[in-house]
Nanobody
Framework: QVQLVESGGGLAQAGGSLRLSCAASGRTIVAITMGWFRQAPGKEREFVAAINWGTYYSNSVEGRFTISRDNALNTVYLQMNSLKPEDSAVYYC??????????????WGQGTQVTVSS
């Protein structure tokens, strides 16, 4: 079992930055894939970024967002720069112990709201 708790969401202006954190407990995140997803009202949940032995990004955020992790703190981060109003969504942290990047993530956090004003 992996428990995930996100934090760091909030309100930002377009062009601004936010950093999301995802604290994991129950097992180490070193050898598993950790991902960030988001879901805007009326839209399906979409992949944002993931990290295992490499990093992966959706086209919509590549170059603006950076995923990283601190193994000692068992925490994953999503640094979001140059925010746009279309980045507004509930952001979810997820874990896939199989190591897959685009598979079915087994564990999910409760989500944190990000709102970007124009």
């Amino acid at each position: 079992q992996v428990q995930l708790v996100e934090s760091g969401g909030g309100l930002a202006q377009a062009g601004g930055s936010l950093r999301l954190s995802c604290a994991a407990s129950g097992r180490t995140i070193v050898a598993i894939t950790m991902g960030w997803f988001r879901q805007a009202p009326g839209k399906e949940r979409e992949f944002v970024a993931a990290i295992n032995w490499g990093t992966y990004y959706s086209n919509s955020v590549e170059g603006r967002f950076t995923i990283s992790r601190d193994n000692a703190l068992n925490t994953v981060y999503l640094q979001m720069n140059s925010l746009k109003p279309e980045d507004s969504a509930v952001y979810y942290c997820a874990a896939d112990p199989s190591g897959s990047v685009f598979g079915a993530y087994d564990y999910w956090g409760q989500g944190t709201q990000v709102t970007v004003s124009s």
